[in-house]
C-alpha cells in the first residue's frame, strides 16, 4: 500500500489521528483502532452538540483593492476590444452563529503581483477581512475556487485556515516537488500549495456537489480552470447564495449569457452560470467574482464590505 495513500474524508477527528500515524504503520489494525478512537471523539463532542453551529451564514464581500481600466474583453467573452472598467478584487466570508468563519478565496499579497498589477486601494487581504471584524488568526477554512494567483496567493495570510481545493485542481496544477505543471499556475503559488500540502492543511474535494462543511457546499463546471469552483451556502434564514467567484467574473455575463474570456471550455462555462442561477434562491444572491457593482447594489454596512443580501 502506499504511504501516500489518503482515506476517504471523514470527520476531522479521523483526519487528524490518520495524520498523526506513521506511514509505516498505517495497517487494517492500525485503521480499526483509529475508527475507534474516531467514535471516542464523536461521544466526547456529544455534550457540545446543542451549541453546534447550524449551518446558516452570513455572507460578506469584502474588497482590499481595485485593478482599475482593465479591460473587459479579458472578463466577457466577445465584448468590444475598447471597453474597460475598473474591477474589484475581493474575498467572501461566510460567519455562522457560533463564530466559525469560512473563506471564499485568500486574495493576494506577494510583491511580485503587486509590481506587475499596480492595484489601486490594495490593502492586504488580512487587513481587510480584520477591518470587517474579522481576526485573520481566527480562520479555519479556506475554500480557493481556483489556483490562480488573484484568489489563491494570500492563504498563508490565515495561518490557522483548512484550505479546500479540488482534487484534479491540485493534482493538474502542483507537482510532486512544488513545480508548476500548467502556465496557468505560479510557480511560487505552486510551491506554496504543495508546502500546504505536506503540512497537512490542504483538503481535497473529490468532485462535484460536495457538502464540505454544514450548509456549504462546492459544484465544478464552470471551467474557468481545469477544476475551478463554485460555492453555494445556506444564509441565515434559509436562503441558498451562491459565490461564482471567477466562474462569472460580472453581472453581465449573468445577465446577458454571455461566458467568461478566460475558460477551458464556453459551453461548460454557460450552463454553470445557469446552475447558479438555479442552486440560488433569488437571481440577486449569485455573486460574480470581480464586479465593482456588487458594492453599491448591497451597499451595506460600506466602507468596502458589502452584506448580501
Known amino acids: 500500500m502506499p504511504d501516500n495513500l489518503e482515506p476517504p474524508m471523514r470527520s476531522s477527528?479521523?483526519?487528524?489521528s490518520w495524520r498523526r500515524s506513521p506511514a509505516r504503520v498505517r495497517t487494517v489494525a492500525t485503521r480499526v483502532l483509529l475508527l475507534a478512537a474516531t467514535a471516542a471523539c464523536a461521544r466526547g463532542s456529544a455534550s457540545s452538540a446543542s451549541t453546534a453551529p447550524a449551518g446558516e451564514y452570513t455572507l460578506d464581500a469584502i474588497r482590499f483593492g481595485t485593478l482599475a481600466n482593465f479591460p473587459v474583453r479579458g472578463l466577457v467573452a466577445g465584448a468590444d476590444s475598447s471597453r474597460r472598467m475598473d474591477v474589484a478584487v475581493m474575498v467572501w466570508a461566510l460567519r455562522d452563529r457560533g463564530g466559525h468563519t469560512v473563506l471564499v478565496d485568500a486574495g493576494f499579497h506577494r510583491q511580485k503581483f503587486l509590481d506587475q498589477w499596480k492595484p489601486q486601494d490594495y490593502r492586504l487581504p488580512s487587513d481587510a477581512v480584520r477591518a470587517a471584524g474579522i481576526d485573520p488568526d481566527s480562520v479555519r477554512d479556506i475554500i480557493v475556487t481556483h489556483i490562480h494567483w488573484d484568489h489563491a496567493d494570500g492563504v498563508d495570510l490565515f495561518p490557522n485556515a483548512r484550505v479546500w481545493l479540488q482534487r484534479e485542481e491540485f493534482e493538474y496544477y502542483v507537482g510532486a516537488e512544488g513545480q508548476p505543471l500548467q502556465p496557468a499556475i505560479d510557480p511560487g503559488v505552486?510551491?506554496?500549495?504543495?508546502r500546504l500540502y505536506a503540512s497537512g492543511r490542504v483538503q481535497l474535494v473529490d468532485g462535484d456537489d460536495v457538502e464540505i462543511l454544514p450548509g456549504i457546499r462546492v459544484f465544478t463546471g464552470g471551467k474557468h480552470t481545469m477544476a475551478s469552483q463554485f460555492v453555494s451556502?445556506?444564509?441565515?434564514?434559509?436562503?441558498?447564495?451562491v459565490v461564482a467567484s471567477d466562474n462569472a467574473y460580472?453581472?453581465?455575463?449573468?445577465?446577458?449569457?454571455?461566458?467568461?474570456?478566460?475558460?477551458?471550455?464556453?459551453?461548460?462555462?454557460?450552463?454553470a452560470q445557469a446552475r447558479m442561477l438555479r442552486l440560488a434562491t433569488r437571481r440577486e444572491l449569485v455573486v460574480p467574482g470581480h464586479d465593482p457593482a456588487l458594492f453599491t447594489r448591497f451597499a451595506t454596512p460600506?466602507?468596502?464590505?458589502?452584506?448580501?443580501?
Open 233 to 241: 451556502a445556506t444564509l441565515v434564514g434559509g436562503a441558498t447564495a
Open 13 to 16: 477527528c479521523f483526519m487528524s
Open 190 to 194: 505552486s510551491a506554496l500549495y504543495r
Open 302 to 309: 460600506g466602507l468596502g464590505v458589502a452584506r448580501i443580501p
Open 250 to 271: 460580472l453581472y453581465e455575463n449573468l445577465d446577458g449569457q454571455r461566458p467568461i474570456a478566460q475558460t477551458l471550455d464556453s459551453l461548460s462555462n454557460l450552463r
